[in-house]
């Protein structure tokens, strides 16, 4: 089976670089990715990674260590609007993606 | 066209009903999904549709029962559901089943049995 482990709260200011770990145990690891979802939203794709290393798109950048099982989500120049919940998810070579339990982003002002 | 529709977006359905959830994308993904939210839970997976058939139901219950008419559109068929039950129920699609494609969500059926 898999599992993956990520904080379950992470509370940041405006403006303020923020990273969000996950650390993973699967067979068949294929890639870890990114979700945001708000409040009564579905979720949003943000990243992949399949090999090591970091992803950069705009705000957001993902790293993978394929060797220590560890990734993580680097949130910067925060905004209000991106107080959401943040699911990691690991895609094995089953065709499934299993969620994270996710970890909830308060930024205040 | 980059969305993945979910009609309806609520239901209240008792324990004696039969309902269908329906999605619809077209983007012409040939990976269909249907997951079970909680609230405050990650979403689960429950079965995934690929080239129109079936390849993974992660042993859910019988009471509920998917169908793929076309490469576009994915069933839900509920009957007989448990209070339990209750959840958002997200749609989602990808180019193909191979792990390394993105999956688009619709925005999901919140579905609540009495």
């Known amino acids: 089976g898999q599992s993956l482990e990520q904080p379950s709260e992470v509370t940041a200011v405006e403006g303020a670089i923020v990273q969000i770990n996950c650390t993973y145990q699967t067979s068949g690891f294929y890639g870890l990715s990114w979700y945001q979802q708000h409040d009564g939203g579905a979720p949003t794709f943000l990243s992949y990674?399949?090999?090591?290393g970091l992803e950069e798109t705009g705000r957001f950048s993902s790293f993978l260590s394929r060797s220590d099982s560890y990734g993580y989500l680097l949130l910067q120049e925060l905004q209000m609007k991106d107080s959401a919940s943040y699911f990691c998810?690991?895609?094995?070579?089953?065709?499934?993606?299993?969620f994270g339990d996710g970890t909830t982003l308060t930024v205040k002002p | 066209d980059t969305e993945v529709t979910q009609t309806p977006k609520h239901l209240v359905m008792g324990m004696t009903n039969k309902k269908s959830l329906k999605c619809e994308q077209h983007m012409g993904h040939r990976a269909m999904y249907w997951y079970k939210q909680k609230a405050k839970k990650p979403p689960e997976l429950m079965f995934v549709y690929s080239y129109e058939k079936l390849s993974i139901n992660e042993s859910v219950p019988s009471r509920f029962s998917p169908e793929c008419p076309n490469s576009s559109l994915l069933n839900l068929h509920l009957h007989a559901l448990q209070p339990e039950d209750s959840a958002l129920y997200l749609c989602?699609?990808?180019?193909?089943?191979?792990?390394?494609?993105?999956?688009?969500f619709g925005p999901g059926t919140r579905l609540t049995v009495l």
């Open positions: 990674n399949a090999l090591d």
């Open positions: 989602a699609s990808s180019p193909t089943e191979q792990s390394t494609d993105t999956q688009y």
């Open positions: 998810a690991v895609n094995t070579n089953a065709g499934k993606s299993t």
